[in-house]
């Protein structure tokens, strides 16, 4: 019994010990999970607001801030953040002749966009949600 308090103990001593190392208190604003959930709609621009194309969606980051990487869902592999500001987290920006993709949190008011558009084919992906952050899961290791 004794020796179990004695691991105890000296497991908390360590735990006081890493959070007053310099930079650990940082290591979780820059990394961390977002889980962003909302609703999705799908379909041409003038159908988006009709609830026959509306969803629930939930989309799980991994974010490396002071990396500047992200992934999502199993994390099979990571992307570049497009931009990283006090006010958002840009995830990915794409546009061109076809359409639009991209993905941003505000980091002030948790509120997530999403949007995929191609002028193709007159269709539109658009996830409107909140952010909430969550323990870092980490990245995938790198194989060389």
């Given at each position: 019994?004794r020796?179990?308090?004695?691991?105890?103990?000296?497991?908390?001593?360590?735990?006081?010990?890493?959070?007053?190392i310099?930079?650990?208190a940082?290591?979780?604003?820059?990394?961390f999970?977002?889980?962003?959930?909302?609703?999705?709609?799908?379909?041409?621009?003038?159908?988006?607001l009709?609830?026959?194309?509306?969803?629930?969606?939930?989309?799980?980051?991994?974010?490396?801030?002071?990396?500047?990487?992200?992934?999502?869902?199993?994390?099979?592999?990571?992307?570049?953040?497009?931009?990283?500001?006090?006010?958002?987290?840009?995830?990915?920006?794409?546009?061109?002749?076809?359409?639009?993709?991209?993905?941003f949190?505000?980091?002030?008011?948790?509120?997530?966009?999403?949007?995929?558009?191609?002028?193709?084919?007159?269709?539109?992906?658009?996830?409107?949600?909140?952010?909430?952050?969550?323990?870092?899961?980490?990245?995938?290791?790198?194989?060389?």
């Amino acid at each position: 019994m004794r020796k179990r308090h004695l691991v105890k103990a000296h497991l908390a001593i360590a735990t006081v010990a890493i959070l007053l190392i310099p930079g650990a208190a940082e290591a979780d604003a820059t990394h961390f999970d977002l889980i962003c959930r909302g609703k999705s709609s799908f379909g041409s621009l003038s159908k988006l607001l009709d609830p026959r194309t509306t969803s629930e969606f939930t989309a799980h980051y991994r974010v490396d801030l002071a990396g500047k990487k992200w992934c999502m869902g199993d994390c099979i592999s990571t992307s570049d953040l497009a931009e990283v500001s006090e006010r958002l987290i840009v995830f990915h920006r794409h546009e061109d002749k076809d359409g639009d993709e991209f993905a941003f949190v505000n980091r002030e008011s948790g509120h997530y966009t999403y949007r995929l558009r191609s002028w193709l084919l007159d269709m539109v992906t658009l996830n409107d949600g909140s952010c909430t952050p969550a323990p870092f899961s980490g990245m995938p290791t790198r194989k060389f």
